[in-house]
């Protein structure tokens, strides 16, 4: 079955699918520069999407004092969202943060028990509405430049202590701690613990089966739904694994790391979003199958403590946390709480190192994947003022800008279909290069980029005539814009 997210502009997006092509989404311009954000309902209701996602919308440049309202159902009165700067600690809230030099509003903000619809709107400081256009997700929360995400194995009755211990310390460093349970949990006051955990903020619960076997399982569909069943039954799952009555289970952890085909099926019956493997030097979010509709499974960065996989070397673990915070991935260390040494130098030193930092992304392993399921499933966003654009994912396209003629700031949008070197110029009527906007390697997909029609040095260009080019290997492709003032 297709399932749809609408993304428009106050009154249309229109996804448009096929069982031959990739389904797209066409953003419209709406009268008022409201913006609404749809979800289909029974998506809503089988993931939930509680966890906030920060859309980013152009706004004037070198603006100041604006404000966001949300709303979540029509009737509704707006309320006006909290306003955060880069100078802020602030992970997983609903929050908008105002990058006024580059001119973009991040707003973030998860879906609620109301509706399956987010409405948006950005005031002046008098509360006119101002024009604002959606650009897209962010591909990190807050659009920061890594995640740090923490997984721990075997929670279970006989390492109960332990585990409640290992929650504490990651909480008291504001690092969430995504514990894989084993349900049959033994002594049944392990559940009132974990329970105590969860309430106390920073601890995801993960299913981990009900009986840590070796593959293949022999009772298959007991280990994978059953354990997910059992951590429903027996928890109160935290804000961001709930929708209305419904619960949510987002990550599997597969014991002793051993997988197979039968094993992901039963996953993706589970509606498990991502499957977490034992293996190590895994920097990054894992690719999406769309015939299975799940991530496909990922390791983890490394592991804290003296295991297997693990190391107690500060040095090693500290640089492998550098590493990853420069190239822009995801840091995943796991840890066994039932060996990790709390009396050595080792872990407080390393959870010291990588945590309360402003630029990086703090969340749960299964919220990191709930947060970028939209933009796997739908990653195609074409923003055009009144009709929908046909995009192949397979053709390298350049876009119209939006708006055009445009005074002073446009976006300009384009898709590759191959990982590629390439740049985006503007020239002038006489050809001659103003501005390069672009200069680098890109993944495939669609992208979008914003000029605010200021030339290399920073000095705003007169009105008139321009040509977008974007240029790789094998291609060239130029567009005509229109600076107007």
């Not at 929050?95 to 998860?110: K, L, M, N």
């Not at 974007?470 to 107007?484: E, F, G, H, P, Q």
Request: proline share 4%; net charge negative; hydrophobic share 35%.
């Amino acid at each position: 079955m297709k399932y749809c997210l609408i993304i428009t502009t106050y009154i249309l997006c229109q996804l448009v699918a096929s069982e031959q092509q990739s389904s797209f989404l066409s953003v419209s311009s709406g009268i008022t520069n409201e913006t609404v954000i749809s979800l289909d309902s029974q998506i809503h209701i089988d993931y939930g999407l509680s966890y906030p996602i920060t859309y980013e919308m152009n706004v004037p440049i070198e603006s100041a004092s604006l404000r966001s309202y949300i709303r979540f159902q029509v009737n509704q009165d707006w309320a006006l969202m909290e306003e955060k700067t880069e100078d802020d600690f602030f992970n997983g809230i609903d929050a908008v943060r105002f990058d006024y030099e580059e001119g973009i509003a991040y707003v973030s903000v998860g879906f609620s028990d109301d509706s399956d619809s987010i409405f948006i709107k950005i005031t002046d400081d008098n509360d006119d509405i101002v024009e604002a256009y959606y650009l897209g997700m962010s591909k990190y929360y807050d659009n920061r430049d890594a995640v740090v995400t923490s997984t721990a194995d075997d929670w279970a009755g006989w390492v109960n202590e332990k585990f409640v211990q290992a929650c504490q310390i990651f909480r008291s460093y504001n690092l969430w701690l995504s514990c894989a349970i084993v349900t049959n949990v033994g002594d049944p006051n392990t559940w009132v613990d974990i329970q105590t955990q969860i309430d106390s903020g920073y601890i995801e619960p993960v299913s981990h089966s009900r009986s840590h076997p070796y593959a293949p399982y022999a009772d298959l569909e007991g280990e994978v739904l059953g354990s997910k069943q059992d951590l429903i039954d027996n928890l109160i799952m935290p804000e961001y694994n709930r929708y209305g009555d419904h619960e949510y289970v987002y990550a599997w952890v597969a014991p002793y790391g051993e997988y197979d085909v039968d094993i992901d099926s039963m996953v993706s019956i589970g509606k498990y979003l991502v499957t977490r493997m034992y293996y190590g030097d895994d920097h990054h979010i894992s690719a999406w199958d769309q015939e299975l509709f799940k991530y496909d499974p990922i390791g983890v960065s490394t592991e804290a403590g003296p295991l297997w996989l693990g190391t107690t070397d500060t040095i090693y673990l500290n640089n492998t946390f550098n590493d990853v915070l420069a190239s822009g991935g995801v840091y995943h260390v796991m840890c066994h709480p039932n060996v990790i040494e709390w009396d050595q130098d080792y872990p407080w030193a390393h959870l010291e190192h990588i945590s309360n930092r402003k630029n990086v992304w703090y969340a749960g392993f299964g919220h990191l994947y709930a947060y970028n399921f939209l933009q796997s499933t739908y990653p195609e966003i074409i923003l055009n003022t009144d009709k929908s654009v046909n995009i192949h994912l397979d053709e390298f396209t350049l876009c119209s800008n939006y708006p055009n003629p445009f005074n002073p700031v446009t976006t300009i949008s384009y898709n590759i279909p191959k990982s590629s070197y390439i740049k985006i110029n503007i020239y002038n009527h006489m050809g001659g290069m103003v501005r390069n906007l672009y200069s680098g390697q890109r993944d495939p997909g669609y992208h979008s980029i914003i000029w605010n029609s200021k030339d290399n040095y920073g000095k705003p260009l007169s009105a008139g005539l321009y040509f977008c080019s974007i240029r790789s290997a094998d291609y060239t492709i130029s567009r005509k814009m229109l600076l107007v003032k």
